[in-house]
C-alpha cells in the first residue's frame, strides 16, 4: 500500500538536545511538508521541498532543519534552539505544490521535551 | 489563505446521511475548495476537494453554490468511523507554497 510513514509515534528527549523524526513516501510526490499541531490548534507551516535537494522555510522554521537528498525521504531535525519544541509534527506529502493537489498525511511524532 | 466559517459541532445518526456546511464569502476565482477530517492523535485525512463544479468521490460529495461562497461536504451514509473534526479549506496559488491552514472545524458526532 502507497502511503506516508512517519517514526517515532512518540519520542522523548531531554533539552538542549538535537533530535530527526523521520518521514518516507512511496507515493512517487515530488512535494513534501512539515507541519507543526498544538493542542485545540491548527496547523503550521515548518518547511517544505518542491523537489530534491531543494526546500524552503514555511512560517515557523526558526529552530528546524531539513534536508531531501531522496524523493522519497524528508527528514526533519528538531534543534536545541527551537523554544517550545513539544508538539504533534506532521509530515505530508502531494504531487505537487500547486493548490489544486491534494495532501496526504502520515500518522505523526509526538514530541515531548523536557 | 482566504477565512472559512463552520458550524463548531454537529450531530449525526449513523447510517445517515450528513451535511457538513462551510461559508467562504470572500473566496477568490482561484481558490480550491478542499475538505479534510482529523480524528485525535491522528494525522489530518484528505477528503475531497473541487474548484467550481460539484466533485464525488468514494469518500463523499462536494456540492458547490453557484456564486462559490459556500460549499457542503456530504457523508452519504454516516458510520461511527466518520466521527472527527471536519475542516474546510481555501488553498491559492501564492507562487511559493500551498500551505494548508486549518481553522476550528467543524466536530462530527455519529451515534448508533
Known amino acids: 500500500d502507497g502511503g506516508i510513514t512517519q517514526s517515532p509515534k512518540y519520542l522523548f528527549r531531554k533539552e538542549g538536545q538535537n533530535v530527526t523524526l523521520s518521514c518516507e513516501q512511496n507515493l512517487n510526490h515530488d512535494a513534501m511538508y512539515w507541519y507543526r499541531q498544538d493542542p485545540g490548534q491548527g496547523l503550521r507551516l515548518i518547511y517544505y521541498?518542491?523537489?530534491?535537494?531543494?526546500?524552503q522555510k514555511g512560517d515557523i522554521a526558526e529552530g528546524y532543519s531539513v534536508s531531501r537528498e531522496k524523493k522519497e525521504s524528508f527528514p526533519l531535525t528538531v534543534t536545541s534552539a527551537q523554544k517550545n519544541p513539544t508538539a504533534f509534527y506532521l509530515c505530508a506529502s502531494s504531487l505537487g505544490l500547486a493548490p489544486g493537489y491534494e495532501q496526504y498525511f502520515g500518522p505523526g511524532t509526538r514530541l515531548t521535551v523536557t | 489563505d482566504a477565512k472559512t466559517t463552520q458550524p463548531n459541532s454537529m450531530e449525526s445518526n449513523e447510517e445517515e446521511p450528513v451535511h457538513l456546511p462551510c461559508n467562504h464569502s470572500?473566496?477568490?476565482?482561484?481558490?480550491?475548495i478542499h475538505w479534510y477530517r482529523q480524528l485525535p492523535s491522528q494525522g489530518p485525512e484528505y477528503v475531497i476537494h473541487?474548484?467550481?463544479s460539484n466533485v464525488n468521490n468514494r469518500m463523499a460529495s462536494l456540492a458547490i453554490a453557484e456564486d462559490r461562497k459556500s460549499s457542503t461536504l456530504i457523508l452519504h451514509r454516516a458510520t461511527l468511523r466518520d466521527a472527527a473534526v471536519y475542516y474546510c479549506?481555501?488553498?491559492?496559488?501564492?507562487?511559493?507554497?500551498?500551505?494548508?491552514?486549518f481553522g476550528t472545524g467543524t466536530r462530527l458526532q455519529v451515534t448508533l
Open positions: 521541498s518542491q523537489i530534491v535537494n531543494d526546500f
Open positions: 479549506i481555501l488553498r491559492d496559488w501564492t507562487g511559493t507554497a500551498s500551505k494548508l491552514t
Open positions: 470572500t473566496i477568490s476565482g482561484t481558490d480550491y
Open positions: 473541487g474548484l467550481t
